[in-house]
């Protein structure tokens, strides 16, 4: 029971790391600008649960997907480690990764916007389908349910923040959510670290 608890613990903030629903809130709040309240939950409600869809999906059948192209345990470790160590490098540098976010400065179609980019690439970009899919690499039945059960739970807490968007701008402040950011950024280095790391191990069988 620990061990799966402490299995559970990890997939939560290596989630919550990589969607970091706090820090995008102002990013869904410039996406959705001029809309009222129920077309911004209706958005942020869309998203979540096409991202939910699409991240179940590459869990469930991420061993297939790794057979079908011919990919390797290590090779992924070590490529996926990379990619989310990129992420959070550029979130501890303030910038926003070209691999994890879209350019928010294209004209806005609020009819596709709940599918992109919000759902693809901001919630379920690569960063989060390599964090899921590492997750399960190894894993039995009852660790696949576990992973998708969190991320589940993540995509609820990222509907409730981009729904209560203007509420947790106002009280939390610009600065707070940078720094969430910045600390989110670390994790998630030392996460795409770890995936390296152990990548290299069953490469060289160390």
Known sequence: ??????????????????MNPIANTPIFLGLVEGEDTASKRKIAKTASFT????VACFVVAGKYIFELFGITIPAFKITGGLLIFYVGFEMLMSRKSKIHNNDHDQPKDQSGIAISPLAIPILAGPGTIVTAMNF?????FI?????ILIFGLMTFLTYLSFALSDFIVKKLGANLIAVIGK???LILAIIGTGMVT???KLTFKL
């Not at 029971?1 to 990589?18: P, Q, R």
């Not at 991202?51 to 699409?54: E, S, T, V």
């Not at 660790?143 to 992973?147: A, E, L, S």
């Open 1 to 18: 029971m620990d061990s799966l608890l402490t299995f559970a613990l990890s997939v939560f903030m290596g989630f919550f790391a990589i």
């Open 51 to 54: 991202a939910f869809l699409i």
């Open 136 to 140: 399960v690499t190894h894993a039995d």
């Open 143 to 147: 660790h696949i349910g576990i992973v």
């Open 183 to 185: 600390l989110m950024g």
């Open 198 to 200: 152990a990548g290299i």
